[in-house]
């Protein structure tokens, strides 16, 4: 791409509406401007031209998006099939198992679910379609990692804030690549209580006819419940013949 084909200004108002998340729903001009690194009179005119637009609500002193804002995820699930296609599998899975099954896309250094099947909450936070989750510590995020070129799976790892959610997480990166090639060769992750304490998943891959990774497909369920070995013996036969079956339809 050619430098007079960026357009700066549309790039701020992103990284603006990217400030906004589940832990900061409201914001001030100069939180956003703290958060996103534009100058406080950059950071205004983004917030008020959301406001204006209808993508936001200004109190006086706090921006809150507006459900109108749903309209820009809404654009990516019209526009591809894949959720769709997906969603039938799902449901299927999650029948069949009693736990929730569900699909994400890798975006960046996050997961960004695309589907779900719930069957029940397994987690603190409520996991719906445009939830996100770190790469490197969700199931379905290191069956993505593992698809990738190693080089890129490390550079992903290195922009990525490895920090412990419990005792449990793996955050050193050359234990996190050992993990990845691991996945790799099995063609399966398995989280145990690496992302939130008492909650397990087990995720595989999901292709394409031409054998392209485009998603991943996990299992989610409380420890208490389901042991490994129940992971492993139960569900992962389970969500092979879906992986099959969803290869077939994916062009």
């Known amino acids: 791409m050619r430098e007079t084909d960026f357009i700066s200004g549309f790039a701020k108002g992103l990284s603006v509406i990217e400030a906004f998340g589940e832990e900061t ?44 804002i749903l309209r820009l995820g809404h654009a990516y699930l019209s526009a591809t099939s894949l959720p769709r296609l997906i969603q039938p599998f799902l449901d299927q899975l999650s029948e069949k198992v009693g736990e929730s099954a569900s699909a994400s896309v890798l975006d960046g250094n996050e997961v960004v679910y695309i589907a779900r099947a719930s069957q029940r909450r397994v987690m603190s936070i409520n996991l719906s379609p445009g939830s996100r989750l770190p790469v490197y510590c969700a199931s379905m995020g290191r069956v993505l990692l593992a698809a990738l070129p190693e080089m890129e799976a490390r550079a992903i790892l290195d922009a990525s804030e490895l920090k412990a959610h419990t005792k449990y997480t793996k955050t050193e990166p050359a234990q996190l690549m050992e993990e990845l090639r691991r996945v790799r060769e099995e063609g399966y992750a398995l989280i145990d209580q690496e992302l939130e304490i008492g909650l397990c998943s087990i995720a595989v ?11 991943a497909l996990n299992i989610g369920a409380q420890a208490a419940r389901t042991t490994l070995k129940d992971m492993t013996g139960r569900y992962l036969p389970l969500m092979r013949e879906a992986q099959s079956s969803i290869a077939g339809i994916l062009s």
């Open 25 to 68: 729903s409201r914001l001030s001009i100069s939180d956003v401007s703290g958060i996103t690194g534009l100058e406080r009179a950059t950071a205004r005119r983004c917030l008020l031209t959301l406001a204006q637009l209808g993508y936001a609500d200004y109190d006086g002193k706090y921006f809150t998006l507006t459900p109108r």
């Open 205 to 215: 891959p999901l292709a394409d006819r031409k054998g392209q990774i485009v998603a």
